[in-house]
Structures are given as C-alpha cells and as structure tokens.
C-alpha cells in the first residue's frame, strides 16, 4: 500500500478546486435524469435539476443521475442504469447503452461512472463490514464483530488489509480518497470494474452513526482527455459525501 502525499497526486481533489474555480464559481444547475432499474431501459429526463457549484464550462458536461436513494454526477448524454436491492444499491453511468440481461451484472471494462450504497440492514451488512474492516478498522470495529459473530460467512473474511497497490489518501477517519492504477486490481475492482488501460479513482465514506450504517462508494474511470471532467466529478461528489442531505444540499 502507498500512501499518496496530498489529494493532488492521488485523486486530484484539490488541484480541481483551483482548476474549476478559474472563474468565480456560480451555483450552476444540471439537468436531473431518472434511471431506469431492472429490466427498464428508458431513462426519463426530469424538469428537475441539481446545484452543481463550479465553472460553467465543466459545469455544463454534467447531468445529475439518480434513481431511488442514490445519485450521481456524470458526463452529460451518457447513458444509465441502476439496480437496487436489499443487497445494496448500484447506479452505473457509461457511454452507451448497455444491452440486457442486467442479471447477473455485467462487468465493465470501459469509461464509466459508478455509484453504490449500501447499508447493514439486510445482506449488505456484509460488504458494508468486510469493507470497513479493510479500510476503516478502527471506526468499524463494533460493526465488524457484530458481523462476525454470527458466522454466517467465513472468518477469513475479514482478515484484509488495504490493497497494495492502490494510492491512498484519508481525508478523515472516515472518507477515503484513492486511486488503483491501470491494469491492477484494487478498491476500484471491487465491484462492476475489471481492470483496464485506464486507472480508477474513487472515495468512499464509512457512515457509522445510528443503528444502521453504511458504506457510499464513487468509482470514475474517464479517458485522460476527459480527466477534468473527472475532478469536477470526484469534487462535487466528496463535498456531497460530507452533506447531511447529499448533493441536494450543494451551494456556491
């Protein structure tokens, strides 16, 4: 595991901040589409739309795309869909349509932005624990012996460690900021990514607080020639993390 000296070299949080705020910042708004889940394949445009602080030329490749409790910034025209579950719940972003069956889920290898949340209240507890324990081991402490003892999965399970290749940046004892490189398995590759030419980065928040936890993953892999775009993604979305009310909170 390599620990990345500031947000700049690993996920380009703060470089973005001055690279988007080259203009004074409004509070832009972004269009709102609904995606479909299941078998559906029609996202529907909504006259709704989303503050979306930043320059207007970055701000303007933008969509917000939601379905249920979960949401994201993504590339303006690309296409959705999202699949939501007891098990968790996953809003994937990419391109172009992806043709059905969307069970099991495909594995993407191409540009894409991918959001999934998921909570201890039914089977995701486990991802949720297993994910704790791998990256948050003190926080998630109660949560992963609570798991643990009810043996329903193995113990081994949550004997992990971070993985070795991935750039790490804790932006608190409770959000994460990484990147896995091109062609390496890491946090990027723990869901729907497979690994490809292009790096992933991501941030994940570890919610401990109540009865039910839970665990909000952003994964984005966009080609270097949209890596600006990509900041104002990873951006926007960490600032959301740390919003009682999510993105529907954002203000200039």
Known sequence: MRHAPSLASCLGVLSVVGAVSAHAEDNLRVQMITCPTGDDTQALRLAESMAA????????????????PIGVFAPKGWTCHAWLGTGGNLLLVTPHSLPPPFFPLPAVNGAAVLMQLTDTSESGRFHVAITAARL??????????????????SDSSFDVQPYADDRLQYLSDRLLAYT????????????????????????????????????????????????????????LETRCFQ???GCRSLTD
Request: charged residues 20%; aromatic residues 6%.
């Open 243 to 245: 919003l009682q009310q």
């Open 53 to 68: 602080p930043g320059a207007q030329s970055v701000t303007a490749q933008l969509n917000y795309y939601r379905a249920g």
């Open 180 to 235: 896995t490189p091109a062609r390496h398995t890491g946090l990027g590759t723990d869901s729907m990514f497979e690994s490809s030419d292009l790096p992933i980065r991501g941030v994940t928040i570890f919610n401990p607080n109540g009865e039910i936890k839970s665990m909000t993953e952003l994964r984005v892999r966009l080609p270097e020639a949209q890596r600006t775009l990509g900041d104002a993604i990873l951006d």
């Open 136 to 153: 948050f081991p003190l926080l998630g402490h109660e949560l992963v012996t609570k798991v643990r003892d009810e043996h329903l999965i």
